[in-house]
């Protein structure tokens, strides 16, 4: 199993970023996906969640209207589009999958969000 994520970067208040998270060795269309972060100091949340098929998504109530997640099954990639920025989003995130009782996580992608 690998995941790796990208698309972060440095942006204002305000701004946007999409986050992608590519999978491979297994069969990625079978899984639910989440997204977390881990701002400095703190420990690491769940911001968004989407089913298998991409019919059923959850969000922290943090991020609710303003992040978006979605899937390309057939790219076995995970998306997160961020909007509205803030500094408070300002965190590595990282992509999980969880496969037989066993967590995998991505490298992480740092997110900046300053004026």
């Known amino acids: 199993v690998r995941l790796v994520e990208s698309g972060g970067g440095s942006v204002q208040p305000g701004g946007f970023l999409r986050l992608s998270c590519a999978a491979s060795g297994f069969t990625f269309s079978n899984y639910p996906m989440t997204w977390y972060r881990q701002a400095p100091g703190k420990g690491r949340e769940l911001v968004a969640a989407?089913?298998?098929?991409?019919?059923?998504?959850n969000y922290a109530d943090s991020v609710k209207g303003r992040f978006t997640i979605s899937r390309d099954n057939a790219k076995n990639t995970v998306y997160l589009q961020m909007n509205n920025l803030k500094p408070e989003d300002t965190a590595v995130y990282f992509c999980?999958?969880?496969?037989?009782?066993?967590?995998?996580w991505g490298q992480g992608t740092q997110v900046t969000v300053s004026s």
């Open positions: 989407i089913t298998s098929d991409g019919g059923l998504r």
């Open positions: 999980r999958l969880v496969r037989l009782s066993v967590n995998y």
